[in-house]
């Protein structure tokens, strides 16, 4: 069985990284605009299963099916919110990225503001990224494979503690050779492949998953077996004591979801190298329909752990690799293990390529080395991918203990994600607020977020009103001042948003009935499953 599994896992590995490098051998590697954006080349395909892949990795998988082990159907809100940040990508913030024709969003800000704000917001994104971002992509596909490959059986190592560190820098290590040798475009490609594998096993794991609930009596039994005896963990309505309660849909996991989509640089990179703003639109509203179908792969296995092993002891983030192990067949089982590597590879390797890209284009060249040529960009990005790399394969199995990792992940990230968001909105929906203000907004509200989290007494502030409440009433407060300042101290002249002609900026005439339709869907998906 081991012998089986090993090798269907490395026969899907190789075949991804072959067919990978067919597709991109002859791409240019060599320039800003050919490593960093694909020579704005992305159709909508690849759009879509990029932005898919670099968001559905381990953390989603082990994460969120573990958050669904606890809490059920309510932790669904990170997939289907989602939806509407994905619409308001593709009709507001698309077309405005994309008439600025920047490669990082601090560029952007730096439009609107000047310098140094693009300068802040790169030294977050980098801080973020390092800390937060890349080791807990690391760390989470550690465990899942753990889970998944019977890894102290294959290897004959019993330590689960030098098994996280071997499984960490091996896959980091494979990572960093696809980001920092490919560039963008390779990334993008790898990630649909293993997009298509991700999707299938997914919905392979929920048949082989359903079939064991019901003791091989069909998935429609297992189905209705669940719905009876697990009933709570169907209500998408979340309550009080869970991770998600329903009020916060409409404050703190609605602004998470809408900077994670619009303005976190390792998802919204892929849309900069659009061909066309209306291929841009297609491929970010069928990434919204994809989105839609993400409770059935990445929540409903957790509640089917549940139902199967919540009395054996399971903790919530082991849920999905036990699960993976216990109900695939073993030739199945190293097909979804290389998939899950493929999914490990393609947010590390995104995340690490916006890394880079933030570093050579926000730092080396703005401050490290102004007349850089092409080459040395390019070269700097190298070297600095590495740098990160190693720091994120250290860290990583540091984070041990969590007691849920997507919960984790998504407070650590609001710290940055929040003051971000709301300077990019009111850059863009404001002519006169001035460089002060985003400054202002950017320090005081990373530090504001930080305080509530970890300083006594602030700290009570997120446990009285809940930490996604809280994180929303800072963004409030954020936006208020913004606007204060530039009532008090306006810029001397408004700032237009000019056109630098880098993109077609046609929009698709679908891409309005297009979000109508998804946001439609969200609200049915909703009512339907509301206990």
């Known amino acids: 069985m081991h012998a089986l599994t090993l090798a269907s896992f490395l026969f899907f590995t190789g075949l991804v990284a072959f067919i990978t490098w067919r597709i991109t051998r002859r791409d240019d590697h060599t320039t800003s605009s050919g490593f960093f954006l694909a020579g704005r080349s992305l159709t909508f395909p690849l759009i879509a299963g990029s932005l898919l892949m ?20 309510s932790v669904m809100a990170w997939e289907v919110v989602a939806v509407i940040a994905l619409v308001a990508l593709a009709l507001f913030f698309l077309p405005r990225f994309l008439r600025s024709g920047i490669a990082t969003l601090p560029q952007l800000l730096e439009l609107r503001f000047d310098k140094t704000t693009q300068l802040i917001t790169n030294i977050i994104f980098l801080i973020a990224y390092a800390v937060i971002l890349l080791p807990i992509i690391l760390y ?10 019977d890894l102290q059986g294959l290897t004959g190592i019993e330590s689960p503690t030098v098994l996280l560190w071997l499984m960490v820098w091996l896959v980091g290590l494979i990572g960093s050779v696809y980001a920092l040798f490919g560039g963008l475009r390779t990334v993008a490609v790898s990630d649909t492949l293993n997009g298509v ?67 976190n640089q390792q998802i919204i990179q892929r849309t900069f190298a659009a061909k066309t703003l209306a291929e841009g639109q297609k491929g ?36 999905y690799g036990h699960l993976v192990f216990n109900v695939l067949p073993a030739p199945l089982t190293g097909f979804f293990a290389a998939v899950m590597v493929g999914a490990i590879l ?26 850089a040529s092409e080459a040395q960009v390019v070269r700097s990005s190298k070297v600095f991918g590495w740098i990160m790399a190693v720091a994120a394969m250290t860290i990583a199995p540091l984070l041990a203990g969590q007691d849920s990792l997507f919960g984790y992940l998504q407070k650590m990230n609001a710290i940055y994600f929040i003051p971000i968001l709301a300077v990019v909105l009111v850059g863009l929906l404001t002519r006169r607020v001035p460089a002060l203000a985003a400054k202002v907004a950017l320090v005081g509200g990373c530090l504001l977020i930080f305080a509530g989290y970890f300083i006594p007494p ?42 630098s002609g880098a993109v077609d900026l046609t929009p698709w005439r679908g891409a309005i009935p297009a979000g109508i339709v998804l946001v439609v869907l969200v609200i049915a998906i909703y009512v339907a499953f509301a206990g």
Do not use: C
């Open 458 to 499: 602030f700290d009570r502030l997120p446990v009285v009103m809940h930490e996604f409440h809280f994180v929303a009433s800072v963004f409030v407060l954020l936006v208020a001042v913004m606007l204060l300042i530039g009532r008090l101290m306006p810029r001397e002249t408004p700032w237009v948003h000019e056109d």
């Open 346 to 371: 393609s947010s590390f390797n995104s995340a690490l390529n916006s890394t880079t890209t933030l570093f050579s284009l926000g730092f080396y060249k703005v401050v490290l080395n102004k007349d």
């Open 54 to 73: 670099t968001n559905l990795s381990t953390e989603q998988m082990v994460g969120l099916n573990g958050a669904a082990f606890s809490d059920g159907l």
């Open 140 to 149: 989470s596909g550690a465990m899942g494979l753990q889970g998944m490959l």
């Open 284 to 319: 970010v509203l069928l990434t919204g329909f994809f989105k839609l179908l993400g409770p059935l792969y990445l929540v409903l296995p957790g509640i089917i752990a549940y139902h199967l092993y919540a009395d054996q002891g399971i903790v919530a983030d082991e849920a």
């Open 197 to 263: 594998g991700l999707l299938i096993g997914g919905f392979v794991i929920v048949y082989f998953g359903l079939q064991a609930v019901s003791g091989d009596g069909g998935v429609l039994e297992g189905w209705a077996i669940l719905k009876e005896s697990d009933p709570e963990k169907l209500n998408s309505i979340g309550s009080s004591e869970q991770q998600v309660p329903f009020a916060t849909l409409f404050t703190g996991v609605f602004l998470i979801n809408l900077f994670y989509w619009t303005t």
